[in-house]
């Protein structure tokens, strides 16, 4: 394995030469990979204005040598993967990096074989299963751009990335299980190519053995194709700032964009935060919860462990099912050693009954991680006491998709683990803490926007077709720096706390929505004149959905009325969306506070949405300050 940070000291050094040296660090750090050819320049571009950084330019590699491959002569035998599957009656599978090589290559080979070539956007929307790793490496493998789309999302959802992306291929199975539920995801897929003219194939993956209907000339059978392929598969030359893979996530306003991750700096960062952040050891079980459709499962359960040639574990399930102790239970049957979940999951199994997992030995565990958004201190020390029995400690890692990797977290057992705090940049990590006119506020013990200073190897590289878009997004608010949407607050040891998103971004379940999409989604309901969308404290989400509707025909009056108008409101989000976006409450107005330009309070809605009555601060540049007495007196 490449050199690790071990002490405070040496954490202390390496972030000194990161900042004063990064050519030379990041030099040092990348040079065990293989590569197919070196770079010219560790470092280039700017964040300002351009906002094109560029790492390890001029160096040609493929990722997937850097994943497989390379460990094939010492770790071949070892094992890669571990699915747990969502029934735990069902028989778990173990890939060795030998067997999930092979795997990889012939997933590669069907496509190419199926035309697939360099450069071409793939979408992905595959349930956990061991082929939807398979299937991002695959695409890796040759060349192609992968967009995982999370298979909780809709038709819809799906139709606009696939042609956002421009994406002529898809690979999708027959169905998934989600706990007690099982759902027809080919179905969902044939919904939305119906929008999608430029799709040209579709492999389909046999999971639970349903009919499906197949189109012919577009639609494939993956047991069909992988029948004569070769198990090895040459792998694509890759130059380092060419496109790894795009994935969609929400802004403050428009639809969800695609940020765009590179190949050589991406590579470095998830392979270094990952070793360091976690103090991965050879015979570790590492366990990361999240799904390969959202950042943390490409960067945790995918990238970073198999490019530390680490064992990961996937699973299919809910940590509800069968039972709330069903995550307990998984780490004690493999063994895992490293545990990385989000608060969400935390508080809904702290709402259980604690013998759900006192009656668990959890000895094996070593390491903790959290990760999706701040975690309360209530659930860390549950997490601590529980979980982690008092002896494990826990990385509360800051990151974002467009980050690639973690940015701001403890390396465990090494620096600082305090609850309610992120902690310490990571080296190469420069955070900086701005006041709304962009002057940087020094010191300890302060509050600003979070904003980084200096490139560092897995920075969002554009937005997917509209360059401007990241331009404006992260690079222009504050020339000179990569803004991240984020309050912090560094506390009186200069440790970093996050307090969440300063724009119209809600976190919901570590899941992020933008406000406006969610109301652009409410707003196709036949019944729904305008809406305004905000999010209030949740126990177990972290933050809820709180949506202020008006109606066409005005208010309705009758029960009845109000529940086909709720309904709809509902099934609209679900359509465009999906249901991890249904509204968690609904107020029908019958209008919304807004001042004589016509700009929506969303100050106002915040407050009312929270329970904070009392003092919703000044009205008296409201159009009509009525409409708040109403909607105080409608508060849900
Ligand atoms: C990795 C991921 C990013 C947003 C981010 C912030 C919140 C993530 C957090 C956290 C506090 C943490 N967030 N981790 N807030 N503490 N440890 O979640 O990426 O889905 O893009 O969300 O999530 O608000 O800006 P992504």
Same mark, same amino acid.
């Given at each position: ?59 040609r590699?493929?990722i ?46 069907v ?15 595959l ?25 909780? #999302? ?5 139709a ?21 539920k ?13 929008s ?16 499906v209907?197949?189109?012919e000339?577009r ?20 130059a ?15 639809k ?25 050891e050879?015979?570790?079980v ?21 490019l530390?040639?680490?064992t ?16 307990w239970?998984v ?30 030995s ?18 860390w020390?549950?997490?601590h ?19 690639g ?8 057992g090494?620096?600082p ?32 926007y ?7 190897p ?13 331009r ?10 990569? #803004?991240?949407?984020?309050g ?45 969308v ?13 949506a202020?509707?008006?109606c066409?025909?005005?208010?309705p009056t ?13 099934e609209?989000v679900?359509?465009?969306i ?6 968690d ?11 004589r330009?016509?700009?929506?309070m969303?100050?106002?809605l ?14 008296t ?16």
């Open positions: 394995m490449h050199p690790r940070i071990r002490t405070i000291e040496e954490y202390h050094a390496a972030y000194q030469q990161s900042v004063e040296d990064p050519d030379g660090f990041w030099a040092a750090v990348a040079e065990p990979f293989t590569w197919r050819r070196k770079w010219d320049t560790v470092r280039s571009g700017e964040f300002s204005p351009a906002g094109n950084s560029k790492w390890f330019d001029g160096a590699l493929n997937t040598e850097n994943c497989l491959d390379r460990h094939l002569a010492q770790r071949g035998n070892k094992l890669a993967l571990i699915f747990e599957p969502n029934d735990p009656k069902v028989r778990h599978l173990r890939l060795t990096y030998r067997e999930l090589h092979q795997q990889v290559c012939q997933f590669a080979n496509l190419r074989n199926n035309g697939v070539q360099k450069g071409d956007r793939v979408i992905i929307y349930p956990m299963i061991p082929q939807l790793a398979v299937a991002v490496l695959a695409c890796a493998r040759v060349g192609a751009v992968h967009s995982v789309v999370f298979a909780g #999302f809709s038709a819809t959802a799906i606009d990335r696939t042609n956002d992306a421009d994406a002529r291929f898809v690979l999708t199975a027959d169905g998934l299980n989600r706990g007690a099982q759902i027809p995801v080919k179905s969902v897929v044939d919904e939305a190519l119906e999608c003219p430029g799709v040209r194939r579709v492999i389909v993956v046999e999971h639970l053995g349903w009919p209907t197949m189109r000339g639609d494939v059978w993956y047991h069909d194709e992988v029948k004569d392929v070769a198990l090895t598969c040459p792998a694509e030359e890759m380092a700032e060419d496109p790894l893979f795009i994935l969609y996530t929400s802004g403050s306003t428009g969800p964009k695609g940020v765009v991750h590179s190949q050589a700096g991406y590579m470095v960062w998830a392979d270094y935060t990952f070793r360091n952040v976690f103090q991965v050879e015979n570790d590492y366990w990361c919860t999240a799904d390969i459709g959202w950042v943390t499962g490409h960067s945790y359960l995918l990238y970073g462990p198999l530390a040639g680490a990961s574990l996937q699973f299919e399930g809910v940590p509800t099912f069968p039972s709330p102790g069903r995550f239970e780490i004690d049957k493999h063994h895992v050693t490293i545990f990385y979940t989000a608060p969400t999951a935390i508080r809904s199994l702290m709402a259980t009954p604690i013998d759900n997992v006192l009656s668990y959890l000895t094996s565990l070593r390491v903790l991680g959290s990760v999706g958004e701040p975690i309360n201190e209530e659930a020390h549950w997490y006491q529980h979980v982690g029995k008092g002896r494990c400690p826990i990385v509360d890692t800051w990151w974002q998709t467009e980050t990797g973690i940015m701001i977290s403890a390396l465990a090494i620096t683990s305090v609850p309610a705090r992120a902690g310490l940049p990571l080296p190469g990590v420069q955070p900086v803490l701005l006041n709304q006119d962009g002057t940087e506020i020094e010191g300890n013990d302060q509050e600003g979070l904003a980084i200073k200096a490139s560092w897995g920075v969002i590289r554009t937005t997917w077709g509209d360059h401007e878009r990241a404006q997004t992260y690079f222009q608010p504050y020339p000179g720096y990569y #803004f991240t949407g984020d912090a607050r560094r506390d009186e040891n200069g440790l970093y706390r996050i307090i969440g998103r300063v724009d119209d971004v809600i976190n919901v379940s570590g899941h992020r929505f933008g406000t406006a999409e969610i109301e652009n989604a409410i707003n196709q309901s036949d019944y729904v004149v305008e809406s305004a905000v999010g209030y404290p949740h126990d177990v989400k972290g933050q809820g959905i709180y202020y509707v008006i066409q025909n005005g208010l009758s029960d009845l009325e109000i529940q086909r108008a709720e309904a709809s409101i509902i609209a679900v359509a465009e999906g249901k991890i976006a249904k509204p409450k609904i107020q029908l107005v019958s209008g919304l506070p807004k001042t330009s016509g700009k929506i969303r100050r106002i915040r407050k009312v949405a929270e329970g904070e009555t009392s003092n919703l601060g000044d009205v540049t409201l159009l009509d300050p009525l409409v708040v007495e109403e909607i105080v007196a409608g508060r849900k």
